[in-house]
């Protein structure tokens, strides 16, 4: 069973950048999907940034131009690099990986405020 772990929140100034991490034990996520959704307390969660296994990628409008979904399957890994973060982009950030079955982190919290 995949396990994920995200790492790399924090609260940052709008504007600015912040570089996510979700780290994968317990199989390789070569084959997979790898994305991120992320969660404001009492919404909806929102899918947001995708990658296949080929390495095409995906993004919702609302990020596009501005985060950049990256795996190192060498590492076992997939980053999410944040640029011009804005107020609106406040949410619990979580990775999954889906397979055949679909694995998801705990998350990890990211606030951008001033």
């Known amino acids: 069973q995949v396990q994920l772990m995200e790492s790399g929140g924090g609260l940052v100034q709008p504007g600015g950048s912040l570089t996510l991490s979700c780290a994968a034990s317990g199989g390789v996520i070569s084959p997979s999907t790898v994305g991120w959704y992320r969660q404001v307390p009492g919404k909806e969660r929102e899918w947001f940034a995708s990658?296949?296994?080929?390495?095409?990628?995906k993004y919702a409008d609302s990020v596009k131009g501005r985060f950049t979904i990256t795996r190192d399957n060498a590492k076992n890994t997939v980053y999410l690099q944040m640029n011009t973060l804005k107020p609106e982009d406040t949410a619990d950030y979580y990775c999954?990986?889906?397979?055949?079955?679909?694995?998801w982190g705990q998350g990890t919290q990211v606030t951008v405020s001033s």
């Open positions: 999954y990986s889906k397979h055949g079955a679909e694995y």
């Open positions: 990658s296949v296994a080929y390495g095409r990628r």
